[in-house]
Each structure stands twice: as C-alpha cells, then as structure tokens.
C-alpha cells in the first residue's frame, strides 16, 4: 500500500493523473446497496476516440470497437448506479497513424493528433464543453510505460484523455471522472493528494478543486476512482453502501456529488452557448 500511495504521488507530480493496471482482475461485489434515484434530465456527453493504427493493426478495428462499445457501456451502468445525470456516448471511432512522431507528454501528443487529424476536427470537438476525446496508445507508441493504463490532465485540457491498449472497461469512466475534477482516495497520514493537487493547479482551476471530489473503499471494494484491485461499478457516494459498509462519506468522498455538479455545469454552459447563437 505504502509502494502504491508512493507512486500515484510521484506520477502526479509530473502530470496530474495516471491510472495503475490494477494487481487483480475488478469485479462488481454483490452485496452492493443502492438508493432509488431522481434523476434530472439527462446531458449526452459524446466520446471521440482516436485509435493509435499500432492498435488498429494488433487488435483489428472489430475488436477495438467491441471493447470501446464495452468501456463506453460500463460508463453508463456507473451513471445510473451513482445517480448521475449524464450519458457517455461512442460517437466516431477513428484510425491515426503516428509512426515515426516520439510522443513522450500528454500536451505533446495531443498537438500531434491535432497535427494528423486536422484542427478543425478538434476545433469542432472542443467546440463543446459535453464533448470528450481521447487517443489510445499501443505500448509500441513508447508513451505508457510501468503499469500506467490512463492519463488526463484536466488542468491544461478538460476534454482529452489517453488510454493505453491494456485499459479495461473502468478505465474509460475513471479517465473521464478526472476530466469531472473527481479524484482518487488519499489514505496518506499527510493528506498528500490534497497539497499535491493544490500545488499542481493552476489559479484559474483552483476553485474545481473540492474536498469532497474522493474515491473511497467500502466492504472490501474500491470506487471508480480508487486504486483498489477490486473495483465496484460506482463513484464514491455515502448514500451507496457494500456489504453493509458505506461507500463515501458527506465532506470528503462524494465523487458522486462532484459528478453531479459537474452534469449540471455542464447543462449551464450548453444553455448559454445555445442562446449565444441564436
Ligand atoms: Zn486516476
């Protein structure tokens, strides 16, 4: 555990969040106790995926489709069941071939992809603030090293992600959970998250950082945002209980809260960009 919390602290530092391959395979723990839900109306937030051709050429477009139609639906489950009014959507999936480009920094590798795909592509993704996009790596690509599976970097660019080709179906949901300024669990005795994600932010973020925004562990599992081998298909929630554990707590693991604020900011933001144009 010590190793564990010492290497996310050292990652972050670099960029703000990496995801680990996870020492065992994640189930969902029966036993899990969820709440009936209100939902609000709904906000579609569409994914656009560009897929390394080193991918494309290991695993055949068919596969990389099937798992990403996979990933994207495991997202939707940890929607309903953390009572968040949002829906992922698999909207294009894309070859690019970056042979020959050293990608070596999250920043970089998007203005590469810009570079091969187009500006006006990104452009009209970016266009949007529910709209997401995210590059898949083949271990080939010389990016992912160590046991890293997923990298955003929110601070800088709050719509992009990286996924490497051994991401599993959480990974998608936990990338994008950072994307919704939602973090993992810090057990540390110093609270090291906390300053690291002050330290790391810039001015102009500051105010997206919440105390509440955790992973948890409860009854033998981990939420999405944990780094826990066994994995439950929810964000963090004191209204979620597993095993009879509960699996958040009001101040400081309530990823479920931050994901709903961010639903709901997200609403905003489209309401006003809509009335701009009319
Ligand atoms: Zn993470």
């Known amino acids: 555990?010590?190793?564990?919390?010492?290497?996310?602290?050292?990652?972050?530092?670099?960029?703000?969040?990496?995801?680990?391959?996870?020492?065992?395979?994640k189930v969902d723990v029966p036993g899990m106790k969820i709440p009936d839900c209100t939902m609000e109306e709904v906000i579609e937030t569409p994914i656009f995926f560009f897929v390394s051709k080193m991918v494309v050429d290991k695993y055949g477009l068919e596969e990389v489709n099937t798992e990403l139609d996979k990933s994207v639906r495991k997202s939707n489950v940890i929607m309903r069941n953390s009572c968040i009014p949002m829906k992922r959507t698999l909207a294009t999936v894309e070859t690019v071939d970056f042979n020959s480009a050293s990608l070596f920094d999250i920043d970089q590798i998007r203005r590469q992809l810009t570079k091969?795909?187009?500006?006006?592509?990104?452009?009209?993704?970016?266009?949007?603030?529910n709209q997401f996009y995210g590059v898949i790596l083949a271990d080939e690509d010389g990016y992912f090293e160590y046991d890293t599976i997923g990298t955003t970097n929110p601070d800088e660019n709050s719509q992009f992600f990286m996924l490497s080709e051994y991401a599993d179906e959480y990974t998608l949901e936990h990338e994008l959970g950072h994307l919704s300024w939602a973090w993992h669990d810090d057990r540390s005795w110093f609270k090291v998250l906390d300053?690291?994600?002050?330290?790391?932010?810039?001015?102009?973020?500051?105010?997206?950082?919440?105390?509440?925004?955790?992973?948890?562990?409860?009854?033998?599992?981990?939420?999405?945002?944990?780094?826990?081998?066994?994995?439950?298909?929810?964000?963090?929630?004191?209204?979620?209980?597993?095993?009879?554990?509960?699996?958040?707590?009001?101040?400081?693991?309530?990823?479920?809260?931050?994901?709903?604020?961010?639903?709901?900011?997200?609403?905003?933001?489209?309401?006003?960009?809509?009335?701009?144009?009319?």
Not at 116 to 129: F, Q
Not at 255 to 268: I, M, P, S, T
């Open 116 to 129: 091969r795909v187009g500006e006006e592509k990104v452009r009209n993704i970016e266009r949007l603030p």
């Open 195 to 278: 300053e690291t994600l002050e330290q790391h932010t810039s001015e102009m973020n500051k105010d997206r950082l919440k105390p509440y925004a955790r992973g948890y562990q409860c009854g033998g599992a981990g939420t999405i945002m944990s780094y826990e081998s066994e994995l439950l298909s929810i964000y963090s929630s004191p209204d979620i209980t597993n095993n009879g554990r509960v699996c958040g707590d009001e101040q400081y693991a309530d990823n479920a809260r931050q994901l709903r604020e961010f639903a709901r900011d997200l609403k905003r933001k489209m309401q006003l960009q809509k009335a701009a144009t009319l």
């Open 1 to 25: 555990m010590k190793k564990l919390i010492s290497i996310q602290s050292a990652m972050i530092v670099g960029c703000l969040s990496f995801t680990l391959i996870p020492l065992f395979y």
